[in-house]
């Protein structure tokens, strides 16, 4: 297993602010056949990072099983981070000693997702992808709509049928 990067170079993976996160090293043990997570019928084998994350949208936790460049590979809910770390730690036997805590505050998970979207932001309500249904649909040069401007453009052409 090749060497991660640490600390992660991130503040968030995907949309979700990191709470905590291990770099797996050789004294981590990991248990084949843990039946807990696959991708399509193929089952995740060993990963040499591991990152847990508040979800957006409920008290969720989000473990998220990465690659050397903190990309995800496999994820898994749970309802706390301490159900988090045991579930990791029946994969990742040893995985315990290795967690770290994140530290980021909201400020700068806002900022850190301004930065990393700013380009896909609606160009009519400014609303981050991650604040929409849908990714915003592109036009010439750097125009955005998102799906809820869409709606309501909608809306009101279909009430102005005179």
């Not at 949208?57 to 990309?71: G, I, K, M, P, R």
């Not at 770290?100 to 609606?122: I, N, P």
Request: proline share 6%; net charge negative; glycine share 8%.
């Amino acid at each position: 297993m090749e060497k991660p990067s640490a600390p992660p170079p991130i503040i968030c993976l995907n949309d979700r602010v990191l709470l905590h996160y291990a770099v797996l090293n050789d004294s981590v043990g990991f248990t084949a056949g843990h039946g807990l997570l696959f991708v399509g019928r193929k089952e995740i084998g060993r990963v040499p990072c591991l990152a847990i994350c508040q979800d957006k949208e409920s008290q969720l936790v989000t473990l998220y099983f990465c690659d050397n460049d903190w990309s995800p590979m496999g994820i898994g809910t749970s309802a706390s981070v301490e159900a988090t770390k045991t579930t990791a730690e029946r994969i990742y036997p040893g995985s315990s000693a290795s967690w770290v805590e994140a530290h980021f505050t909201e400020e700068e998970t806002k900022r850190f997702l301004d930065e990393l979207w700013a380009a896909q932001r609606c160009s009519f309500c400014g609303r981050l992808p991650d604040q929409t249904l849908f990714a915003p649909f592109e036009g010439n040069g750097n125009a955005r709509i998102c799906d809820k401007c869409i709606r309501q453009f909608s809306s009101q052409l279909g009430n102005s049928k005179g």
